[in-house]
């Protein structure tokens, strides 16, 4: 299959923690260096990571898409790393980012914080100044895709990891996607928490998804990109002309025992054929065994009268939980 190529990457959530002062821990944050140092951090392993920052180099895709989670507790030294580490991928140009929820874990600041990703977020016409929050949605033109790119990050109580875009953003989305509305641009929305009903829990899930819904069903979208979940999932939500397509993509940083929660990231290929935008998804997982990544499974979504079938074309060793 020909056609442009992009990678997505979600929940990186990249590791090591810088230092932690005791200070630095006077909020929700305390909560969360428990669990990382408990468990998350045997399972998202900067090895894993890198491993697979270097597959994609070599896969060489026309754009990279990452839908957050750069980060664990949003500690000031977190972004500089996680920024850092995007730059390994590619020129901000060639990587595009938005924000998840542990990238809000506490109300986040501008200076000294998301502002060392602003690259990774400009849109193709902003022109906000370098020391001011920029707004959502964006939106970046390249090649026959436009990536239009979302906020769902809000800081949570504890125990809790829910999304919300808001009325303001949701207002803006609506009059950017009907304006891209054109032959031959295919509109990819990214946004970290999963939309659909079903794909998440009620403790992680994106407060106003109905509203979202009611956008895309209203002025449409080619497809959807999100993460939050850690694993490979697929759904459908209604469009205008029929189902948009919704895929959520594996953590980048699981080591490949995590139960089902398999990480790796995904390599989409798209062409334009006479019922619309076909998709080829292409999974790539760390083979422990060489310390290499490899095909894991290979999926076309394919547009039909009624919506899109997802086909299996090559399975791995293991097949995706939850499709």
């Given at each position: 299959?020909?056609?442009y190529?992009?990678?997505?990457l979600?929940d990186?959530?990249v ?9 630095d ?11 990382w ?10 090895e894993v ?15 990279v898409?990452?839908?957050g ?7 000031p ?6 920024a ?6 590619g020129?901000p140009?060639?990587v595009t ?7 809000a ?5 501008w ?11 400009r ?6 100044p370098?020391?001011?929050w ?19 990050a809000?800081?949570?109580?504890p125990?809790?990891?829910?999304g ?8 803006r989305?609506?009059?950017l996607?009907a304006?891209?509305?054109?032959p ?9 928490h999963?939309?659909a ?5 009620w403790r992680r899930?994106?407060?106003?998804a ?6 895309l069903?209203?002025?449409g ?11 490979f ?8 002309a ?8 594996p953590?980048?940083s ?6 089902d929660?398999d990480?790796?990231?995904?390599l989409h ?6 019922h619309?935008w076909?998709f080829e998804?292409e999974?790539?997982?760390?083979d422990?065994?060489?310390g ?12 039909e ?19």
């Amino acid at each position: 299959m020909v056609g442009y190529r992009f990678a997505h990457l979600t929940d990186l959530h990249v590791a090591p923690l810088p230092p932690v002062r005791w200070r630095d821990l006077a909020s929700r944050r305390v909560l969360g260096w428990l669990s990382w140092q408990q468990r998350r951090q045997r399972l998202h392993r900067r090895e894993v990571l890198d491993a697979l920052a270097e597959d994609l180099r070599a896969q060489a895709p026309d754009h990279v898409a990452v839908t957050g989670d750069l980060v664990n507790l949003a500690l000031p030294g977190e972004f500089e790393q996680g920024a850092a580490w995007l730059h390994g991928l590619g020129v901000p140009d060639h990587v595009t980012f938005v924000p998840g929820n542990h990238d809000a874990y506490v109300p986040p600041r501008w200076i000294g914080g998301w502002a060392h990703l602003r690259p990774f977020m400009r849109g193709d016409d902003d022109t906000t100044p370098a020391d001011r929050w920029m707004s959502f949605p964006f939106a970046r033109r390249r090649g026959p895709v436009t990536f239009v790119g979302i906020s769902t990050a809000v800081p949570n109580p504890p125990t809790l990891a829910t999304g919300r875009i808001g009325s303001a953003q949701l207002g803006r989305l609506r009059a950017l996607l009907a304006e891209l509305h054109r032959p031959g641009c295919c509109r990819v929305v990214l946004l970290h928490h999963p939309p659909a009903e079903g794909m998440t829990s009620w403790r992680r899930r994106l407060t106003d998804a109905a509203a979202f819904r009611a956008v895309l069903r209203d002025a449409g979208a080619e497809l959807v990109l999100c993460g939050h979940q850690h694993r490979f999932q697929f759904a459908q939500l209604q469009g205008p002309a029929g189902p948009i397509p919704v895929v959520g993509g594996p953590s980048a940083s699981l080591r490949s025992d995590a139960g089902d929660h398999d990480g790796g990231y995904l390599l989409h290929r798209l062409e334009r054929g006479e019922h619309g935008w076909t998709f080829e998804i292409e999974a790539r997982r760390l083979d422990p065994a060489t310390g290499r990544a490899r095909r894991e499974f290979l999926r076309r979504v394919v547009p039909e009268t009624n919506g899109h079938r997802l086909l299996l074309v090559e399975a791995g060793a293991r097949e995706p939980a939850s499709v």
